[in-house]
C-alpha cells in the first residue's frame, strides 16, 4: 500500500495478522514494491493504483495477488489500463453496485464482494433527542466529499422545515485545493443565507484519529443523524 494510505485496511490486517505470518510494505517507492515480489507468496493490494501496476506486471507463477479497489480508481484510465487483470487471482469490492460496473469494463477479471465494516465498540451509543440536527464528517475538505451539493440540497430542506441544523466537520486545511474548496462552501452558506443553520468546524486531527475516533465520538454526541453526499466513494466509510 502507498504511504498513510492503510487507513481503511488497518483493521482487516489485525486480524489477518492472528493467522498468517504478514508484512506490511507501506512505501511510495517502486522499487520497494518491486522488491517485496522477490520473497511473497500472496500480496494483498490495497488500492488499484500504481503499485498494482508494478506488482501484476512482475508477478512471479507461484505468487497470489488480491487488489481491493475502492471506487475512484475504476475512472482513472492511467490505473485501469495499465494493470494486468490476468494476472490478478481476486479483485475485491466493498458493495456489489459497483463490482458490477467493473465487470462490465473489465469483463474478464475474477471479482467478489467483500462487504465493509465497522467495529461498533469503538463509537459509543448516544442518547438522542428531538433536535433535527445533522453531521458530515470527513477527514479532509476535499471537493469529492460533495459538501458544495450538500449545502445547495440542504437549502431546500429548510425551504420546507427550517429546524434543521447540519454541521459539516473536518480537518484544518493543509493545501490550496482543499482551501479552495471550503471557502467555496463558506461563500454558499452566505449565499443561500444559512449561517444560523450550517456550520463548519474545522478539526485538529492526528494520525492516530483512525486509531482512537477522538473527534468522531464528540461529534456524534450533540448529533442525531449522519449524512453523506461523497461523490466517488463506494461507502461513505466516514
Known amino acids: 500500500c502507498e504511504k498513510n494510505k492503510t487507513h481503511f485496511a488497518t483493521s482487516i490486517l489485525k486480524e489477518l495478522n492472528n493467522i498468517f505470518d504478514i508484512k506490511m510494505v507501506l512505501s511510495n517507492s517502486k522499487i520497494k514494491f518491486f522488491v517485496s515480489l522477490l520473497y511473497s507468496k500472496t500480496i494483498w493490494v490495497e488500492w488499484a493504483s500504481w503499485p498494482a501496476i508494478i506488482i501484476s506486471k512482475y508477478k512471479k507463477p507461484n505468487q ?14 492511467k490505473y485501469i489500463e495499465r494493470i494486468k487483470w490476468d ?4 479483485v475485491i469490492f466493498v458493495n456489489r453496485s459497483l463490482e458490477k460496473e467493473f465487470n462490465n469494463i473489465i469483463p474478464n477479471a475474477k471479482t467478489c464482494t467483500i462487504p465493509n465494516a465497522l467495529d461498533m465498540d469503538q463509537f459509543p451509543i448516544t442518547e438522542r433527542n428531538n433536535q433535527n440536527s445533522l453531521l458530515s464528517y470527513g477527514y479532509q475538505f476535499n471537493p469529492i466529499k460533495g459538501y458544495d451539493k450538500l449545502i445547495k440540497l440542504f437549502r431546500k430542506v429548510l425551504d420546507k422545515d427550517n429546524s434543521f441544523t447540519l454541521t459539516i466537520a473536518g480537518k484544518k486545511p493543509d493545501n490550496s485545493l482543499y482551501k479552495e474548496y471550503l471557502e467555496m462552501c463558506y461563500k454558499l452558506i452566505k449565499k443561500f443565507d444559512m449561517e444560523k443553520n450550517v456550520n463548519i468546524k474545522l478539526l485538529d486531527i492526528s494520525i492516530n484519529e483512525i486509531a482512537e475516533h477522538k473527534n468522531i465520538n464528540k461529534l456524534l454526541i450533540n448529533h442525531n443523524a449522519i449524512i453523506s453526499y461523497s461523490l466517488e466513494e463506494s461507502f461513505h466509510y466516514a
Request: aromatic share 16%; glycine share 0%.
Open 64 to 77: 497470489k495477488i488480491f487488489i481491493r479497489l475502492h471506487r475512484y480508481e475504476m475512472y482513472r484510465k
Open 87 to 90: 494476472n490478478i487471482d481476486k
